[in-house]
């Protein structure tokens, strides 16, 4: 059972701080560390290696809370994520474990099982869908016997990102490798996601176990040369994404965040590379709103700058009622994937995501759907963004510009995102 001393002094509180993050995590007994840096909000971590063998054994941040608890996140070499949760007044029996029910926004519940690394910590695993649900959450409730835990989450989607950073990293490099991990590096998706629409990304080859090249658009989002595109964009890239403006050179881009579930990713590239950025509109499009679509559709098939289509806004949903899309009239195809859609102002209404898949819907109906396509709404954008931290701008509508205006000042910061990936089956991907 958890015994919480909610009074414990601030002073008690930090003795014990660097001392809890060196033991989280992992069963050895000795952690030296931290080497390198997690920075990620109010969490404060690094790397961290067994004292008796000198191995790399995990990273983890810490955050500690008014009330004296204290949050250890972390994930080992194992790649097994763990939290732990610890106070200064707890009083546990060391080895013993005890059931702990979390519950992350009200909603989602999980039981986990903690043992007691020490008599003023726990630690738990979490399964893999639980780290998702807490990487997006705000609130989390851990419930022992009778005692109620309460934690505001923030910042946990870049956290997680770093964390699983400074894992990879350091079992490729070893201790002399740890450095900032502020950002996971770009690794092979293990799986594919499943989708109902059929995503427009460039990869369509239907036999698995090849690579082959990959593209997508993308286009820069903040003055920090931040890059927003489609999760499945750089969804089983191996190696290095590159990203270019039209006609000039591709520069190496770096994976700062990615939301699988809301079908975005956000890169960054050399700050220098790029003279402009978008802005966001404030204001929310209407059923009919003029829209223009940008992007590198059919790679290698089409002209090698990047395309311009124009429709409207046909619907404030998507498929099934999902009101985290808009449908749009204007053409979209495989490559448009994570392009820019903009108002008659200019400013960012959407990111590209989706064509309806037109046989499946044919094979159901007995007919060809034409020019249904889904774009992501400024709100789950916005969300991303925050999330992650990114300071972007957000813009009034304006003056009505021409169609070419508005190509003419994307230029400056829509790029071509391509990657070595590897090759989905057909069943995968629909």
């Known amino acids: 059972?958890?015994?919480?001393?909610?009074?414990?002094?601030?002073?008690?509180?930090?003795?014990?701080?660097?001392?809890?993050?060196?033991?989280?995590?992992?069963?050895?007994?000795?952690?030296?560390?931290?080497?390198?840096?997690?920075?990620?909000?109010n969490w404060q971590g690094g790397a961290f290696t067994d004292d008796s063998t000198g191995a790399f054994s995990h990273c983890a941040a810490t955050a500690s809370y008014g009330n004296g608890n204290i949050l250890v996140v972390g994930q080992n070499a194992a790649n097994s994520w763990l939290l732990s949760f610890a106070n200064p007044g707890f009083h546990l029996t060391k080895g013993k474990t005890s059931p702990i029910d979390v519950?992350?926004?009200?909603?989602?519940?999980?039981?986990?099982?903690?043992?007691?690394?020490?008599?003023?910590?726990?630690?738990?695993i979490l399964p893999p869908n639980v780290a998702r649900t807490f990487q997006k959450a705000n609130l989390m409730v851990a419930v022992s016997g009778a005692t109620a835990l309460n934690f505001n989450l923030t910042s946990t989607g870049p956290l997680l990102g770093a964390i699983s950073n400074c894992v990879s990293t350091m079992k490729a490099g070893g201790i002399n490798s740890a450095g900032e991990f502020a950002a996971p590096k770009a690794a092979a998706a293990k799986?594919?996601?499943?989708?109902?629409a059929d995503?427009?990304?460039?990869?369509?080859?239907?036999?698995?176990?090849?690579?082959?090249?990959?593209?997508?658009?993308?286009?820069?989002?903040?003055?920090?040369?931040?890059?927003?595109?489609?999760?499945?964009?750089?969804?089983?890239?191996?190696g290095d994404i590159k990203g270019n403006l039209t006609g000039e050179a591709p520069s190496t881009l770096r994976v700062v965040n990615s939301d699988k579930a809301n079908d975005l990713a956000l890169l960054q590239g050399p700050t220098a590379s790029f003279k402009s950025f978008a802005r966001i509109?404030?204001?929310?499009?209407?059923?009919?709103?003029?829209?223009?679509?940008?992007?590198?559709p059919y790679r290698g098939l089409l002209s090698s700058d990047f395309t311009v289509t124009t429709g409207i806004v046909s619907s404030l949903s998507g498929l099934f009622n999902d009101?985290?899309?808009?449908?749009?009239?204007?053409?979209?195809?495989?490559?448009?994937?994570?392009?820019p859609m903009?108002?008659?102002?200019?400013?960012?209404?959407?990111?590209?995501?989706?064509?309806?898949?037109?046989?499946?819907?044919?094979?159901?109906?007995?007919?060809?759907?034409?020019?249904?396509?889904?774009?992501?709404?400024?709100?789950?954008?916005?969300?991303?963004?925050?999330?992650?931290?990114?300071?972007?701008?957000?813009?009034?509508?304006?003056?009505?510009?021409?169609?070419?205006?508005?190509?003419?000042?994307?230029?400056?910061?829509?790029?071509?995102?391509?990657?070595?990936?590897?090759?989905?089956?057909?069943?995968?991907?629909?």
């Open 199 to 238: 995503a427009p990304n460039g990869s369509r080859n239907p036999r698995s176990g090849k690579t082959g090249t990959q593209t997508g658009t993308g286009f820069v989002i903040s003055a920090s040369g931040h890059i927003l595109t489609n999760h499945h964009v750089i969804n089983g890239c191996i």
């Open 191 to 196: 799986e594919a996601a499943a989708a109902k």
């Open 342 to 430: 903009f108002d008659i102002s200019g400013d960012i209404v959407g990111v590209v995501s989706a064509k309806i898949d037109t046989l499946r819907v044919a094979e159901r109906t007995g007919s060809i759907p034409e020019n249904i396509n889904f774009a992501i709404k400024t709100g789950a954008i916005r969300d991303f963004l925050d999330n992650s931290v990114v300071a972007y701008e957000t813009s009034a509508p304006g003056t009505e510009l021409k169609t070419s205006d508005i190509a003419g000042n994307a230029r400056a910061y829509t790029l071509l995102i391509s990657c070595t990936a590897s090759e989905q089956t057909e069943t995968a991907k629909r």
């Open 281 to 296: 509109r404030d204001r929310a499009m209407h059923s009919g709103d003029s829209i223009v679509a940008i992007g590198f």
């Open 323 to 339: 009101t985290r899309f808009l449908q749009i009239s204007a053409a979209v195809q495989p490559g448009n994937s994570g392009g």
């Open 103 to 124: 519950t992350f926004d009200g909603q989602s519940q999980a039981r986990l099982f903690a043992t007691a690394n020490s008599d003023i910590m726990l630690t738990a």
């Open 1 to 41: 059972m958890l015994n919480s001393l909610g009074n414990a002094t601030a002073m008690r509180k930090a003795l014990f701080l660097a001392f809890l993050v060196q033991i989280a995590i992992t069963a050895v007994a000795e952690a030296a560390g931290p080497y390198g840096n997690i920075h990620v909000g």
